[in-house]
């Protein structure tokens, strides 16, 4: 069964520093992984998506990489924003198509 | 463009009352997914339509049945509501397994 881990669950830092959210899986195959940001009382909102084949995407400050040997995504966030503040969850799809998230992590950037 | 459209936004039942719930998506994808959001639990994925005609148990299906009324809409129902099922309820949708995923905004049940 597949299990997503997102490891810290929170997580504070001061504005301007680059940051590393983390998000492991239990098994390699998976067919691509998204990663989203949620904002207090919101949806959900599409960052970038990492198919299989990939190694890395960039989207202006954010860039995932997706390592599935060792069943592990990064999300790096640079020069980190007050605005950054949200939860952000990494989602991957596997096995019979299910689609499957983490537990998340809250970011919360001080100005 | 209205994308994932979810209603209602907000709603209150009773325990043993029964209710569904509404997702439609605009954007011709061919799968759709129920979640279920707890605090400190993430996402849980209840129920989901791999292609029009077909639905799959997800990881907490017990209590709940879905139905896939066509390529636009995936509904899901709640029979017998118990305040365990309090919580945000999310839908989702995506045009292919290896294509983003697009969220609507959520519909908060309180079971009282």
């Known amino acids: 069964k597949q299990e997503v881990t997102q490891i810290p669950a929170a997580l504070s830092v001061p504005e301007g520093e680059n940051l590393v959210l983390n998000c492991s899986f239990t098994d390699s195959a998976i067919y691509n992984l998204q990663w989203f940001r949620q904002d207090p009382g919101k949806g959900l909102t599409s960052l970038l998506l990492?198919?299989?084949?990939?190694r890395e995407q960039t989207s202006g400050r954010l860039n995932a990489s997706l390592d599935k040997s060792s069943g592990r995504s990064t999300l790096y966030i640079a020069a980190s924003q007050p605005g950054d503040s949200a939860t952000y969850l990494c989602a991957l799809t596997s096995g019979t198509y299910k689609y499957i998230f983490g537990t998340g992590t809250r970011l919360k950037v001080l100005a | 463009n209205a994308g994932v459209t979810q209603t209602p936004k907000f709603q209150v039942l009773k325990t043993g009352q029964s209710m569904t719930l509404q997702c439609a998506q605009d954007?011709?994808?061919?799968?759709m997914y129920w979640y279920r959001q707890d605090p400190g639990m993430g996402l849980r994925l209840i129920y989901y339509?791999?292609?029009?005609?077909?639905?799959d148990k997800g990881e907490v299906p017990n209590g709940y049945n879905v139905s896939r009324l066509n390529k636009r809409e995936f509904s899901l129902r709640l029979e017998s509501a118990a305040p365990s099922q309090t919580s945000v309820y999310f839908c989702?949708?995506?045009?292919?397994?290896?294509?983003?995923?697009?969220f609507g905004q959520g519909t908060r049940l309180t079971v009282v």
């Open positions: 990492i198919q299989s084949s990939q």
């Open positions: 954007m011709n994808h061919n799968s």
């Open positions: 339509s791999a292609s029009e005609g077909t639905t």
């Open positions: 989702a949708s995506r045009y292919q397994v290896n294509t983003e995923a697009f």
